[in-house]
């Protein structure tokens, strides 16, 4: 976490702290994550179409296209 810190100057945060956001970076898989749905992601996201990265491909296309994101992957 330090690490992050210094490299990005960025705050880590949980998941209820997170609003207002242009989109999601999905970077890992744990299970924790695995469990919220795309409707929680996009409450916490502003905009009709914020961007979900999904580097695991937890999601399908479909269903993230479906609950408004705009889906990219690897």
Known sequence: VS???YEFSEKIVSL???TD???I???VAHDAL???SLETLKQKCRGQHPILFDL???Y???AAEDA???YLCL
């Open 16 to 18: 209820d702290e997170v």
């Open 3 to 5: 690490q992050s810190r």
């Open 21 to 23: 956001v242009d989109g």
């Open 68 to 70: 408004g994101f705009t």
């Open 25 to 27: 970076m999905y970077l």
């Open 56 to 58: 695991k491909r937890v």
């Open 60 to 62: 399908s296309r479909a």
């Open 34 to 36: 695995r469990t919220v």
